[in-house]
């Protein structure tokens, strides 16, 4: 479960969230552009200091009591996508994803953990490719194995099918839905297209006037 | 169709270049021209030319070492973080690029040398500084080390802060952010920073006379060598220039490059 009340000043605006996922929920966040969406989603991975507010995730503290509790990024241990995205320039496919699994395990084994994460978003074929050599959807894609091949708390992912053509859109929605109810774990999507609702089974949850709230029940 | 006429700004700004490469390159040329191949190569076989192209070398070698391993996590430091003072210590750190070579050396002393700041201690410890090889590896450090800190400084300073970001996200500690991902990227300005460093230690000679002297075989540097010579043995002395005047031009030019791959790199 994913608790947060947040207040977010960006520049001269002031953002509001009040947000609550499941755990094996996925919440699409829409609303237009420059609403405050990706500053909410920055602010639950911890690139952003709220204002005020709480943010929990499971049995853990993130921000609490005004800052004086505020977890760092790397320990609340979230798989995130940025619509940036932000992969590393010097590192091919394969090893992106395999910087992300880190931890025990010899080169060999993270290797092969992350040949399989590029498979199962129809990247084998780039696995020794680097971002330079890659199209706008294959780095998005990229982008999005490394998120999902952390071991996650949550996940937090920022327009991560923008780029994608429709088969591949729906085949990355699905694979973000079985990782999210094999691990149980809540996860906010930020979208502009509405049909993710579907695509993800997700609540939707609408960003308007700088204020997130208002869930609505999972389309049927 | 007619051509395009050069303009009035561009004839004079041409003539400018011209009178800047006529300026800068006649003493070299002429260092170069006036060296005779043969006496060129004699005077380097000379054991005093090999001894202290050796001793530049080496102390240059030992210095870079010293302010790449040292001067990369503080540039990082100072490039990545936001503190008070930071543009004031930035400053300061650069201050040895502009310092007169004689205020450089008896800075050194005033801090290094027997009645120094810690050369006091230094010397109830047993160390002598002044007039010791250690001492030429310090005023190199001290002159030419800035010269890294600035460029390691632009580079980290044009890294991405979302891709650092993402390292962390991807569960990187900040050691690893800056050895796996930040090092990494920022290599070609690093290596610049690294060569110019090089190259400016390689030509040290104020501070370096100043504070450990000119002890042949000891602390004499090539660029003291040259200084030793040009009243006895002038042919001598234009020689070991030739050569100091190519490996400086090398070592230009590979800096260079190196920047101009980091541009690449940044854009890519």
Excluded at chain 1, 147 to 165: G, I, T
Excluded at chain 1, 167 to 185: L, Y
Excluded at chain 2, 102 to 118: D, R, Y
Aim: hydrophobic share 55%; charged share 20%; glycine share 10%.
């Amino acid at each position: 479960m994913l608790d947060a009340h947040l207040r977010v000043r960006r520049g001269d605006r002031l953002f509001a969230a009040d947000l609550r996922v499941g755990a094996g929920e996925i919440v699409l966040v829409v609303g237009p552009s420059g609403s405050g969406k990706t500053s909410v989603l920055r602010s639950l991975a911890g690139l952003l200091r709220p204002e005020e507010g709480t943010i929990r995730c499971g049995d853990e503290e993130w921000f609490a009591r005004n800052g004086r509790v505020d977890v760092r990024p790397r320990d609340r241990a979230v798989g995130f996508v940025a619509q940036e995205l932000a992969l590393f320039p010097h590192l091919s496919a394969w090893r992106t994803v395999a910087f992300a699994i880190g931890g025990e395990g010899g080169r060999a084994e993270r290797r092969a953990e992350a040949l399989d994460w590029l498979a199962r978003l129809g990247l084998a074929d780039h696995a020794d490719a680097r971002p330079g050599e890659l199209s706008g959807g294959q780095r998005q894609r990229v982008a999005l194995a490394r998120a999902l091949a952390r071991r996650s708390s949550a996940l937090l992912l920022d327009e991560p099918f923008s780029a994608l053509d429709a088969e591949a859109h729906a085949a990355a929605a699905r694979v973000v839905r079985d990782v999210v109810s094999e691990r149980r774990i809540p996860a906010v999507v930020v979208s502009h297209d509405a049909g993710d609702a579907v695509r993800l089974a997700a609540r939707v949850s609408a960003m308007a006037d700088g204020r997130l709230g208002a869930v609505e029940p999972a389309p049927s | 169709m007619r051509g395009r006429r050069p303009t009035p700004f561009g004839v004079l700004a041409s003539a400018a270049l011209v009178g800047v490469v006529l300026a800068l390159a006649l003493p070299l040329v002429a260092i170069l021209t006036d060296t005779a191949p043969a006496r060129l190569w004699a005077s380097l076989r000379s054991d005093a030319s090999l001894t202290a192209l050796g001793l530049s070398f080496l102390g240059s070698g030992i210095a870079v070492l010293v302010v790449v391993v040292v001067g990369t996590p503080a540039a990082y430091v100072l490039a990545t973080t936001r503190f008070p003072g930071r543009t004031l210590l930035g400053a300061l750190l650069e201050l040895p690029l502009v310092l007169p070579p004689a205020v450089a050396g008896i800075g050194l002393l005033a801090a290094f040398g027997p009645q120094g700041v810690v050369g006091g201690a230094l010397d109830d410890a047993g160390v002598r500084l002044p007039l010791t090889f250690a001492a030429v590896v310090v005023a190199l450090v001290f002159v030419a080390g800035p010269f890294h800190l600035r460029q390691a400084q632009s580079a980290f300073g044009a890294l991405d802060p979302a891709v650092l970001d993402a390292a962390r996200l991807s569960g990187a500690g900040e050691g690893a952010v800056f050895l796996r991902v930040a090092v990494p990227l920022a290599a070609p300005g690093l290596g610049a920073g690294a060569t110019l460093t090089f190259a400016r230690a390689i030509g040290e000679f104020g501070a370096t006379l100043m504070f450990a002297g000119s002890l042949a075989g000891v602390t004499r540097t090539a660029s003291l060598e040259v200084y030793t010579r040009f009243a006895t043995d002038f042919p001598g002395a234009l020689a070991l220039s030739a050569v100091l005047v190519v490996i400086s031009a090398l070592l230009l030019l590979l800096a260079r490059f190196l920047t101009a791959r980091g541009e690449v790199d940044a854009r890519a």
